[in-house]
Nanobody, 124 residues
Framework: VQLQASGGGLVQTGGSLRLSCSAS????????MAWYRQAPGKQRDLVAS???????NYADSVKGRFTISRYNDDNTVYLQMDNLKPEDTADYFC???????????????????WGQGTQVTVSS
């Protein structure tokens, strides 16, 4: 199982970006999918999450500006980021809790998977 993230880049203050992250491999079930971010010298923090049932949660700093969504048919999660600010500059990481096929008849417990970071830079 692996997660592949894309969509980062350089944008001016007030601009928009859309991040995508697709999960692939021997996937049986995906529960929560999420986006985290980590600025230089800081810890990795939750930006937004979405459950398999569609329940969403956002960090206070992005409420009203970012929208998380997912398309279960192709195991993809998106993060639409609008009205970007310089303080949004960070590496963004996607996350998913996934059960996978270990063999034809065995399914794993939920495990945490991370995608590679995608860099978002917002210039002032």
């Amino acid at each position: 199982v692996q997660l592949q993230a894309s969509g980062g880049g350089l944008v001016q203050t007030g601009g928009s970006l859309r991040l995508s992250c697709s999960a692939s491999g021997n996937i049986y079930e995906i529960d929560t999918m999420a986006w985290y971010r980590q600025a230089p010298g800081k810890q990795r923090d939750l930006v937004a999450s979405i459950t398999s049932g569609g329940r969403k949660n956002y960090a206070d700093s992005v409420k009203g500006r970012f929208t998380i969504s997912r398309y279960n048919d192709d195991n993809t999660v998106y993060l639409q980021m609008d009205n970007l600010k310089p303080e949004d500059t960070a590496d963004y990481f996607c996350y998913a809790a996934i059960r996978s096929y270990l063999d034809d008849s065995t399914i794993s417990a939920f495990r945490n998977y991370w995608g590679q970071g995608t860099q978002v830079t917002v210039s002032s």
